[in-house]
């Protein structure tokens, strides 16, 4: 099944919006150009293992450190499910070649990781408890994810109340990691 073209007066959903001005276009080529999808994986993982960390272990650096590790862990097994999935396409590079390859795509998991860690450690600082200071890094993540989600709705050409459901849809998976907290509290 194809997906139905769009109207006449419509753009094509991978041409910019004709009302988009210059910093909508050069904001799409970015995103492009990195792998925004990986970004949000990191936010989400070390999301659910700051909810997770923080109902069981009162010590905020442990809380922290947990979330970096499981993260870290998480790319490298993506790091190896790339380099072996891409073997069936590519025989010419050795494992090492495309292990390389590999990290240098996917390091954004670890660069989208970064914001709910560090919120989580400033809030500390700033003498927040654990349980105080994981919840204000989730709700950081659902900030991201619901600003991710409209921005590239937006980007793609969606307009009014759909943009709002998209944005609505992408948070709707960071307050499945605060409904988690939650449920181990």
Do not use: C
């Given at each position: ?9 419509e753009p094509?959903?991978?041409?910019p919006?004709p ?14 150009a ?6 949000l ?22 809380v ?5 590790v ?22 010419d590079?050795?494992?090492h ?34 349980q105080?200071a ?9 900030a ?13 050409g ?16 960071g ?11």
């Amino acid at each position: 099944m194809t997906a139905p073209e769009p109207h006449p007066s419509e753009p094509h959903p991978s041409e910019p919006h004709p009302s988009e001005p210059y910093h909508s276009e050069r904001a799409r080529r970015v995103l492009l150009a990195h792998n925004a999808p990986d970004l949000l994986y990191g936010a989400i993982v070390a999301g659910s293992v700051l909810a997770v960390a923080s109902v069981h272990v009162e010590d905020g650096t442990s809380v922290a450190l947990a979330a970096a590790v499981v993260t870290a862990i998480y790319w490298l097994a993506h790091v190896y499910v790339e380099s072996v999935g891409n073997r069936y396409r590519d025989r010419d590079h050795s494992i090492h070649a495309r292990v390389l390859d590999s990290m240098r795509d996917s390091v954004e998991v670890l660069a989208g990781a970064t914001a709910p860690i560090l919120v989580f450690v400033v809030a500390r600082l700033l003498t927040a408890d654990v349980q105080q200071a994981a919840e204000i890094a989730l709700w950081v993540t659902v900030a991201m994810l619901i600003v991710a989600g409209a921005g590239s709705a937006y980007l793609a050409g969606v307009r009014g109340w759909r943009l709002w459901v998209e944005a609505l849809v992408a948070g709707s998976f960071g307050m499945l990691v605060i409904l988690l907290k939650y449920l181990l509290h």
